[in-house]
């Protein structure tokens, strides 16, 4: 099992502002998801990257795979309430046959 | 095109029960996994099904099994429910070459009295 280290745990912030979270791992992953979630539910894909250094956009969220593909971020430019959610990321090995490894997740909490 | 599709959404259990979940993958997928996910916790792999074979198993005991049928569709069982098998069940499809992405149901929530 490959550990993913997700911080921060818990984030309060403000309409506008911007925020960066963070998932790390001492291990090399093939391909990493980022999932939101909200309470209740299952998660929702937001990004799938597989290569390292990869930088990929959706909207004011930006993905980024570290170059040794052991970890990645996730920035939001100017949150909005509606960005709140348990953001989650996943690690997947090849030799596995890509079983996502998930981090605690961080816990955005965004008010107007 | 529906997604992922589980059920029950919600089912309450006494200790050392049965329970079958089901989950019906998005069209075209041809690979399920199962994962458990506790209350402030991430999802935890418990077993992934392809071709009707389980292909991958985590750390999860013999009292979790699975079944894959033809349809792709799939069921989670678990025997002998414990208290700490209270948690969100959530089913994902995927494909071969889909390269870890995966799809999430809405999960079923079991709760073990």
């Known amino acids: 099992t490959q550990l993913l280290e997700q911080s921060p745990q818990f984030l309060s912030i403000q309409e506008g502002e911007n925020l960066t979270v963070y998932c790390n791992s001492s291990s090399v992953f093939s391909s990493l998801q980022w999932y939101r979630q909200e309470p209740g539910e299952g998660p929702v894909l937001l990004v799938t990257?597989?290569?390292?250094?990869e930088v990929k956009k959706l909207k004011r969220l930006t993905f980024q795979f570290g170059d040794a593909r052991k970890d990645s971020s996730l920035h939001i430019t100017a949150a909005q309430p509606g960005d709140t959610g348990l953001y989650l990321c996943?690690?997947?090995?090849?030799?596995?046959?890509?079983?996502?490894?998930f981090g605690k997740g961080t816990s955005l909490l965004v008010t107007p | 095109d529906a997604g992922v599709t589980q059920s029950p959404t919600h089912l309450i259990k006494t200790r050392g029960q049965q329970v079958t979940l089901r989950c019906s993958p998005k069209s075209g997928h041809d690979t399920v996994s199962w994962y458990q996910q506790a209350l402030g916790q991430g999802p935890q792999f418990i077993f992934q099904y392809y071709e009707e074979e389980e292909r991958q198993r985590g750390n999860f005991p013999d009292r979790f099994s699975g079944h894959q049928f033809p349809n792709y569709s799939s069921e989670l069982n678990v025997n002998a429910l414990l208290l700490g098998d209270s948690a969100l069940y959530l089913c994902?499809?995927?494909?071969?070459?889909?390269?870890?992405?995966?799809?999430f149901g809405p999960g079923t929530r079991l709760l073990v009295l």
């Open positions: 994902a499809s995927s494909t071969t070459s889909a390269q870890g992405t995966q799809y």
């Open positions: 996943a690690g997947a090995v090849m030799d596995s046959g890509y079983a996502l490894n």
């Open positions: 990257v597989v290569t390292g250094g």
